[in-house]
């Protein structure tokens, strides 16, 4: 039986994770986003980092445009559109 982990634990695993995402599989962002849920940590802007579908880490950036950044998914072909957010100083 495997021990469980601390919280602290699971952050430290998840940021170790999301340093090398381009070489992941599905199946482990599939296991990451579970352990991320158990422990309620949430991802943030990470979730952006892989297609929230398919969970592949293959995204591709189509366009900018008004603020907004159009994003597509090499394996599945959906689109996502995120707000650019500006810094006003």
Known sequence: MKTPFTKEQAKEKI??????????????IKKLKRLASHYKIKLKDKKKKFCKYCFSPKLKVKKIKKNM???KCEECGRSYRWKIKT???
Do not use: A, L, Q, T
């Open 15 to 28: 940021e170790e994770f999301f340093r090398d995402i381009k070489s992941k599989k599905k199946e482990d």
């Open 69 to 71: 950044n159009i994003v």
């Open 87 to 89: 810094k006003i100083s």
